[in-house]
């Protein structure tokens, strides 16, 4: 049994659809990330998960419990830890008192561990909180019932660097101890460090889910040639090269540099530039920017009279905070 | 059970404990004017001089006696007027809130239903509703002592406790507002408006072709001046009140079982 199970989840709110038929499951024990967008539809999903909205249409499993029957959410609600986008307590509390409310309703089995982790400062009031202490307050609450599953949406939103890398840390050990973690985020390079499958969720509708290699796969190498000479164009005319670029007055040595993400096999490449002579080389893992910039280029061709939209759309999904 | 009436009731003590200070300094004053105000002032001819719908929404009975007086003075203004609006005010904060800031999708993540939280809120409400009874009658009882005007004790006593039902009956509008709008602001001048509108309603429709439209106003069932000037308790009153309540409060929850959290 899949510790989330979604199938053909709509939410409508008058003419928009929210989430339109989103089907997939997230394995126990792996990290799910959900990525799109702003306003692509992933905290709809997280909320109906969660039973805060109900769904339009389809219906979804929770640890084996159905969100729509409230006593069975109640149920999975015991083994779940949710860090909403924007997580908010009482502010005239302070951060312990309000880790003592949490303790009483669901238990607590670890916070003071998670306390030297996420140190947030719990004898100020909640109102004094920055951003980041917020941050690190939900994160040792989402946690501090050693949940069987967390669902976090944009959990490094409002964490420095430092703490992020932290965090990254501490959701793949518990991971490897058996947790399950569904996270949605729009920053791909986040996704990409922790996540062992992916979603893609844009405008609503499921795009694709499948492991975070096979996108990096897709997506092919990032390829810089630094040429002695110039190189006929023909010999870039081969299976597998996208946006080639080529400047002519790169460096102080001269020559040409080439740059094109590349898709086909390594092997063909290099057997056409073998004939040339080249001063430098290298072939990188192409970032996962390109990777969700092809995906929705892809889609882009698919359907010509979107197309306006389709380019405002990647730039929300790279660009970060824009609401689509 | 009741973590979410415990957490919040402890928050809600201090504030109490203000309003129960506040409301027996009220009780104290009105009391201390008393003898000035019997001695010096006819006041058969200053309720004669008082515009008759003025008299008629205060309630006002009669001055002769220092229940009188406080009957309209501190209990319609104090208990009926101001701590009626001031608890539809106040939980038609609780739930609504919540929502506002964001918070609710904290506390839902709880393994607590939402009728529960919504119970458990509620009946938090009880601390500032028995809390602004807990002092002032016993201010009322020794200060009338003190102008050498005695009240019943047991008067006293059920004027306060008869008013419990009533608070609650005004905290009940609140919550209903509460979980009908998802802003605060909003869910709070509604409580408010209507509040006022229902204790309108009931003391300027007396004695007219309309008076049954006051039925539903809670005020109708707590009758300060029946307690202090004739002794009856209404027992079925606060029946009616209690029945309120839980009208509300039901409808509050299947309201807010069924809505989306904003």
């Given amino acids: 049994m899949a510790a989330i199970e979604l199938e053909g989840l709509t939410k409508e709110y008058g003419e928009v659809l929210a989430n339109d038929d989103v089907t997939f499951d997230v394995e126990r024990g792996e990290i799910f990330g959900y990525l799109g967008p702003n306003g692509a539809g992933k905290t709809t999903t997280i909320r109906t998960l969660l039973g805060l909205l109900s769904p339009t249409a389809g219906t ?19 083994r779940l830890g949710y860090l909403p986008d924007n997580p908010a307590f009482d502010e005239t509390a302070t951060g312990r008192e309000a880790l003592e409310l949490h303790a009483s309703i669901k238990g607590d089995a670890r916070s003071e561990e998670l306390l030297e982790l996420f140190d947030p400062p719990l004898d100020r ?27 976090l949406d944009e959990p490094t939103s409002g964490l420095d660097p430092l703490l992020q890398q932290r965090f990254n840390e501490f959701v793949r050990a518990e991971r490897d101890r058996g947790l399950t973690v569904f996270f949605s985020s729009h920053i791909l390079s986040e996704v990409r460090k922790l996540c062992d499958r992916v979603g893609i969720i844009r405008d609503g509708r499921l795009v694709t889910v499948e492991p975070v290699e096979s996108l990096l796969d897709r997506s092919g190498k990032f390829v810089r040639i630094h040429a002695a000479e110039s190189i006929p164009k023909q010999a870039f005319e081969i299976d597998g090269i996208h946006g080639l670029e080529a400047d002519a007055s790169a460096g102080p040595n001269g020559g040409t540099e080439y740059v094109f993400t590349f898709t086909g096999d390594v092997n063909d490449l290099l057997e056409r530039l073998r004939q040339y002579r080249l001063l430098d080389l290298s072939l990188e893992e192409a970032p996962l920017e390109e990777v969700f910039m092809r995906f929705y280029d892809g889609e882009e061709m698919d359907n010509d009279a979107d197309s306006d939209r ?5 730039a929300g999904g790279t660009g970060g905070d824009d609401d689509v | 059970m009741f973590e979410l009436t415990r957490y919040d009731a402890r928050h809600r003590v201090r504030g109490s404990l203000y309003l129960s200070v506040g409301l027996s300094l009220l009780a104290a004053m009105v009391i201390w004017v008393y003898p000035s105000f019997k001695t010096e002032i006819d006041l058969d ?4 001089a008082y515009p008759e719908p003025i008299v008629q ?35 038609a904060g609780t739930i609504a809130d919540d929502v506002d800031r964001g918070r609710m999708d904290m506390l ?16 938090a409400m009880a601390v500032p509703i028995v809390g602004a009874n807990v002092l002032p009658p016993i201010v009322v009882s020794v ?13 006293v006593l059920a004027v306060h406790l008869l008013s419990i039902p009533y608070l609650f009956a005004c905290a009940g509008i609140g919550l ?41 106003a809670p005020m109708r069932y707590y009758d300060p001046n029946a307690i202090l000037l004739e002794g009856t308790y209404n027992v079925a009153d606060a029946g009616i009140l209690v029945a309120m309540t839980v009208a509300l409060f039901v409808a509050a929850q299947l309201w807010f079982t069924r809505v989306d959290i904003a």
């Fill in chain 2, 45 to 48: 001819q200053l309720i004669a």
């Fill in chain 2, 143 to 155: 200060g009338a002592h003190l102008i050498d005007e005695p009240l019943a004790a047991t008067d």
């Fill in chain 1, 60 to 78: 979804a499993r929770v640890l084996g419990q159905a969100i729509t029957d409230e006593g069975q959410l109640l149920e999975a609600k015991r």
């Fill in chain 1, 310 to 314: 389709e380019t405002r759309v990647v």
């Fill in chain 1, 125 to 151: 009031e909640v109102r004094e909180y920055s951003r980041g202490n917020v941050q690190k307050l939900g994160l040792v609450a989402t946690f501090m019932h050693d949940p069987d599953l967390v669902i």
């Fill in chain 2, 108 to 123: 839902l993540s709880l393994p607590i239903s939402r009728r529960r939280l919504l119970g458990e809120r509620f009946a």
């Fill in chain 2, 176 to 216: 209903l507002a509460s979980v009908g709008f998802d802003r605060a602001g909003i869910a709070q001048r509604v409580a408010l408006g209507v509040t006022f509108a229902l204790f309108l309603s009931e003391s300027l429709l007396t004695g007219t072709d309309a008076e049954a439209v006051g039925a539903i």
């Fill in chain 2, 57 to 91: 929404v205060m309630g006002v009975q009669t001055m002769a006696s220092l229940g009188g007086f406080l009957s309209f003075e501190l209990y319609t203004f104090g208990w009926i007027i101001l701590l009626g609006l001031y608890l539809a005010y106040s939980t």
